[in-house]
């Protein structure tokens, strides 16, 4: 079964801490993963893709296919960084699901 | 270009009472879906659509019905509302009919805040 995991679900950083959001997930094909990110009274958009292999706001993610890992780094965290940020896998459609979200791990940057 | 409106953005609720939340998306979408959205358990895919006319259940689907008539509105209708329901809703769309991808993302709407009592 398709299955995403964000195993922190609360996350806090000092300014200028390297951060690192975990997300695992258990899928059988080649599956596209995503971050998407909640700021604040603002709506979920997404953050960046795998596939693209880019740097958004500082940001990146490496997917490894033998850890099936899909962890979001930043080497030096901004107090603008403080947000709910959700890890999702696309592939495949099962019976009923086209992208699954992880539960979301809340990120707090201490000033 | 506003992208996914949903209206409205709070409401409340009684026990058995019946309502709809409404999306609509401005960029000639074919997918489009609904989640909700609960602390500790992410965001659950309720129903989407592949395009008008097309409507599939997705992994929360109990108490909730929904219709595509035309490509732009993908409404969510509440029959009997139940405190399980309380929930912030999310309507969110993607340009490709199959699976959002990579050159697909999801756009999503800001979120419709519901509390049933």
């Known amino acids: 079964a398709q299955r995403v995991t964000q195993p922190e679900k609360l996350l806090s950083v000092f300014k200028g801490a390297p951060v690192e959001l975990k997300c695992n997930y258990s899928y059988s094909g080649s599956p596209e993963l995503f971050w998407y990110v909640q700021y604040s009274r603002q709506r979920l958009q997404l953050l960046l893709r795998?596939?693209s292999r880019e740097s958004i706001k500082g940001f990146t993610a490496d997917l490894n296919k033998g850890e099936t890992s899909f962890h979001l780094k930043k080497p030096f965290a901004q107090e603008e960084d403080s947000a709910m940020y959700y890890c999702a896998l696309s592939g495949q459609p099962t019976s009923y699901d086209k992208v699954i979200f992880g539960p979301g791990t809340s990120l707090s940057v201490i000033p | 270009n506003a992208g996914v409106t949903q209206t409205p953005k709070f409401q409340v609720l009684k026990t058995g009472q019946s309502m709809t939340l409404q999306c609509a998306q401005d960029m000639n979408h074919e997918y489009m879906s609904w989640y909700r959205q609960d602390p500790g358990m992410g965001l659950r895919l309720i129903h989407y659509?592949?395009?008008?006319?097309?409507?599939d259940q997705g992994e929360v689907p109990n108490g909730y019905n929904v219709s595509r008539s035309t490509t732009e509105d993908f409404p969510l209708r509440l029959l009997s509302a139940a405190p399980s329901q309380t929930s912030v809703y999310f309507c969110?769309?993607?340009?490709?009919?199959?699976?959002?991808?990579?050159?697909?993302?999801?756009?999503f709407g800001n979120g419709t805040r519901l509390t049933v009592t």
């Open positions: 969110a769309s993607s340009y490709s009919r199959d699976a959002p991808s990579a050159d697909s993302p999801l756009h």
């Open positions: 659509s592949v395009g008008a006319g097309i409507t």
């Open positions: 795998h596939i």
